[in-house]
């Protein structure tokens, strides 16, 4: 935790070309460094293999380290109630943390990140019966923390709060319903400088994101700056009945809310 | 998701020590066979001489050279229309310079961030020129340029990438210098290739010098914002100028003619992506697809198309 970010990068873009498993540094180092987070993150519990449970994929190479999307999946018959993704090496590795509701689909979950250097990512599972599930990642990608702030991050700012809803095909009551719900918002980690006046950005990012299908939770996010400008959190839920309205409510780190609210209509509507 | 309190996610953040604005673009991230040592310029307009860069990744075997770089004498005064991609392209440049004129070398222009085309500015110190640059250029410098040349040392050897050297003479809208009888027009330009694109023109030949705003052959890449290039490109269009030196492709296309397959591309990038993000279409699903009727008409197309898909599709899915 106490190296450089910068050091850890240069040494692994040595050789950046051929060398394919080129990495920031050994394993035994990422093992260190994951236990570390571990504790930080989830204390003394132990975390148990995730294999049949929890599933993270990731690009091997990012195509844009400041938007690269993930996506968690995890088994419908093993009762999770909750997913977090660590992202080992970046500043703020606790990229977010969801608590899913009763009608939250803990199956699917999808997120755009920014990955500062090459790096482990975790996705961890929690279960009914309290025990943690993991599954790893490595994803080749630099410099997404530090991406300069520019018109899109300007737009953003100048729309601030505005949200989209998309359904995935048309909403019948009883089965899950897939979503993705768009926040603009600049997400500022305070490592982006701005172009005009030369000085870095305020951190301020998304840090709670809820969202409720008639009264009824959804999820539950705790997001942080590891989450891309203009975060988009892709999810399911149960509707009960249709039709019916999703609510979402987000606060960000300065303790600004947002909220909207989309009609989601019954099939044939 | 615990019942146990959770520190704040602030207690986690690794200390933050990161400059240099990371960004990938234009780097190299193959090595490739490139084209042999020898430094060639050709004369594509009296007194305007033009190294057409290779269509590779910057490496050894091409010095970082893969840029489209050269030089316009005037009555008094050379221009150097930026200045290579590495220190030995820069010197290499030089030295081609000085076997034509020796006039003095007074101003360096540097047409945008991208290491391919700026690195060989130290070899040009000596000569105190003016380094010219848009006035958003210092900050994209001051980002990036650190970790562009830690990338390109590793490519090309240590101490060979060359210094950081910043403009001294900003561009904020146009301006134009007179090299003696050769009066030269600068435009800064809108987000677009990248936020800090320069063009010039030289109304005595009617050559427009757009730089990367125009790709002829190798793939575009896409840094600044979509809309604006397309934008951009009609306003150059409507220059009296009758030809082009591409920042990547031949030395000289016909202009506006060159430009034909950049808009096809850049076109269908913002039609497809709409259309993806109107059908749902996930983003990494649309990396996989969109402009891929491109494939085969431009060298390192899946080096760049992902990324550039992505950009397009960050930009376009809030329209
Ligand atoms: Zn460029």
Known sequence: MRKSCLALMVLGLLGPATAIAQSTDDDAARAERWHELQQAIFGDRTIGDGTGIITLDAPQRALDAALVPITITTAADRNVTGVALVIDDNPGPLAARVRFGPVGDPGFLALRVRVNQYTLMHAVAETSDGQLHETAKFVKAAGGCSAPVGENEAASLAEIGRMKLRLQGEAVAGAPVEAQLMIRHPNFNGMQMDQLTRLYTPMRFVQVVDISFDGAEVLHLEGDISLSTDPVIGFRFLPGALPGKLKVMVRDSDNATYEASFDVPASGS | ?319
């Open chain 2, 1 to 319: 998701m615990s019942s146990r309190p959770v520190p704040h996610p602030l207690q986690l953040h690794r200390r933050r020590v990161l400059f240099g604005g990371l960004c990938l673009c234009c780097l190299p991230t193959r090595l490739r066979a490139g084209s042999p040592a020898g430094f060639a310029t050709e004369e594509i307009a009296p007194g305007i001489h033009v190294r057409r860069g290779v269509d590779a990744e910057a490496a050894v075997e091409n010095a970082g050279g893969i840029a489209n770089v050269g030089f316009i004498v005037g009555g008094d005064a050379v221009l150097v229309t930026d200045p290579g991609g590495s220190l030995a392209d820069g010197e290499n440049l030089r030295a081609a310079i000085r076997r034509v004129t020796d006039l003095p070398i007074r101003y360096v222009v540097m047409s945008h961030v991208h290491p391919d085309h700026i690195f060989g500015a130290g070899a040009f110190r000596q000569d105190n020129p003016a380094f010219i640059g848009h006035a958003r250029l210092p900050q994209a410098l001051a980002q990036r340029g650190a970790y562009y040349r830690e990338r390109l040392e590793a490519v090309l050897g240590p101490g060979r990438a060359g210094p950081v050297v910043m403009p001294t003479l900003l561009v904020e809208t146009a301006t134009e210098l007179d090299l003696g009888d050769r009066a030269i027009r600068m435009t800064a330009h809108g987000p677009a290739h990248t936020d800090n694109d320069l063009s010039l023109f030289d109304r005595r030949s009617g050559t427009l010098f757009p730089a990367d705003l125009l790709f002829v052959g190798r793939v575009p890449s896409l840094d600044g914002s979509l809309r604006g290039w397309l934008q951009e490109l009609v306003a150059l269009e409507a220059l009296p100028a009758t030809q082009a030196v591409p920042g990547h492709g031949p030395a000289r296309v016909d202009w506006p003619a060159g430009s034909a397959d950049l808009k096809r591309y850049l076109h269908t990038l913002v039609e497809e992506t709409r259309a993806a993000i109107r059908a749902n279409i996930g983003i990494t699903a649309a990396t996989e697809t969109i402009a891929s009727g491109e494939r085969d008409r431009w060298a390192l197309f899946d080096d760049y198309n992902g990324r550039n898909v992505t950009r397009a599709y960050k930009e376009l899915e809030w329209e």
